[in-house]
């Protein structure tokens, strides 16, 4: 998603530098606010399991397919990489 984002800031300078009249450049700040904020709808939820341990996530209401990213011991999610 955050390569979308890129793509979609680059787009938005290449163009703002060809057109440099305020209205363009406003409207393509729209454009890019409103597909960027698409990308960062996320809540974190929590749920507590049988053993007492607690689980964080982060849950986008969005698509029809799931994935789940678990670790444990000293890896967490910036261990990932570009997952």
Do not use: P
């Not at 057109?19 to 996320?42: H, P, T």
């Not at 809540?43 to 209401?61: G, R």
């Amino acid at each position: 998603m955050l390569n979308l984002a890129l793509h979609i800031l680059c787009i938005i300078a290449y163009i703002g530098f060809f057109f440099k009249g305020n209205y363009m450049r406003r409207l393509l700040l729209f454009i890019f606010i409103v597909f960027s904020s698409f990308m960062s709808i996320a809540s974190e939820v929590h749920f507590t399991t049988e053993d007492n341990a607690t689980i964080y996530a982060e849950l986008q209401k969005r698509g029809s397919h799931a994935v789940l990213l678990a670790h444990g011991a000293i890896f967490n999610k910036e261990s990932w990489g570009g997952v």
